[in-house]
């Protein structure tokens, strides 16, 4: 069964075909970050429209090269959610109705669903149970997962996603959108020492987050400093280690009480190398395995929503054949 795989749900349109034996056929991926750069962040209306110019044509792309036609298709699976309503609504639409003319079953996604199995494309995937890490913009989740469609919620950040986090942080240090690679990018020159900043909650039982208050720690610090290049980078520094920081202690808390022995990170921020670095030296140390998507897979994209689709539409899930965007979607 060929499954093709529609991401709209943000800034980024992703296509993919699945193939449960094949693997991985083909993905395309078209970023609209030129398009919100100018504004800071993304403007929905904006995205919706990108969505609607680049999505057919994309999806011609990938089928053809993958060397197939709509026919060859065996299920078509695209996120329903969580994200922005028009940029999502688009994805549906086209989902269901080229699902609807192929007369083949669809099947709606959680995009965190779909970061959150993104390892599992990988030659050397983990085997489940294992503790996922999502980090993205929209989310901090740490889950225990059992299997497709077993979850467990363990902590989660009661304010800020990590990445919005970095996104915000940026644009106090002047920097662009999107903010995480340009943090990691500034603090490459930077020193993590000078400045001391917060490891939020991890002081304290629970697995939960907070990371609103590095905000704040950033702005204040920011002004005891002249505000050179030098100084920003020094920040960056400091934040993005207490980011990092705080996310291997919560990981980490997060293994040793379930007893389980594999860390799943994935999600935008998955692509931060420090954070990779760190939580592979703590794996090693600790005798736990970390896996991650490849750096391709770890911001959003169609390959991820293909496979989950893929492993619902084979584990039998049927829905109605109507066109379903759900902006707001708990795991
Ligand atoms: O998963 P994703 O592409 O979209 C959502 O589902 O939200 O995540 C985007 C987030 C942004 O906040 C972005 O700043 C962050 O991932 N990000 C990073 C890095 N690359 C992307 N954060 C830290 N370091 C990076 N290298
Ligand atoms: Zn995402």
Redesign the pocket.
């Known amino acids: 069964m060929f499954v093709l795989g529609i991401e709209t ?2 800034d ?1 349109t992703g296509v993919a075909v699945y193939h449960p034996e094949q693997g991985l056929l083909a993905h395309a991926l078209y970023s609209q970050v030129k398009t919100h750069a100018e504004y800071g962040g993304v403007v929905p209306e904006l995205a919706s429209r990108d969505h609607v110019k680049k999505l057919i044509p994309l999806i011609r792309r990938v089928l053809g090269e993958a060397g197939l036609t709509q026919r060859d298709l065996g299920g078509i699976a695209y996120t329903r959610g969580p ?1 922005l309503v028009g940029a999502l609504l688009v994805g549906a639409a086209v989902a269901r109705s080229l699902a609807w003319t192929l007369n083949i079953p669809c099947v709606g996604v959680h ?2 669903e779909g ?1 959150l199995l993104a390892p599992l494309l990988e030659p050397d995937a983990p085997e489940f149970p294992f503790i996922a890490l999502l ?5 901090t989740q740490l889950v225990e997962v059992e299997g497709i469609g077993g979850y467990r919620i363990l902590g989660e950040s009661l304010d800020d ?4 986090a ?2 915000k942080t ?1 644009k106090m240090l002047g920097l662009g959108y ?4 340009e ?2 990018k500034l603090a490459d020159e930077g020193r993590a020492d000078r400045f001391d900043f917060p490891r939020p909650m991890t002081d304290r039982p629970g697995l939960d987050f907070s990371f609103s208050g590095l905000k704040t720690h950033t702005l204040t610090t920011l002004a005891t400093t002249e505000g050179t290049r030098q100084d920003k980078a020094d920040i960056a520094a400091a934040f ?1 280690a207490a980011v990092v920081d705080t996310l291997l202690i919560k990981s980490r808390r997060a293994l040793r009480e379930t007893g389980l022995k594999r860390l799943v990170v994935a ?3 998955s ?3 420090l ?1 990779r670095e760190k939580l592979d030296d703590m794996a090693r140390k600790e005798g736990y395995r970390v896996y991650f998507p490849r750096l391709a897979f ?3 994209n169609g390959a991820m929503i293909a496979y989950a689709g893929c492993q619902r539409l084979l584990a039998g899930h049927v829905e109605p054949a109507e066109i379903r965007a759900q902006p707001r979607w708990p795991l």
Do not use: K, T, Y
């Open positions: 749900s943000c980024e994200g995009h965190m970061h980090v993205s913009g929209g989310h996603a990590a990445g919005e970095f996104d940026a999107p903010g995480g690679p943090i990691a993005q999600g935008g921020v692509a931060n190398r954070m770890c911001g959003d």
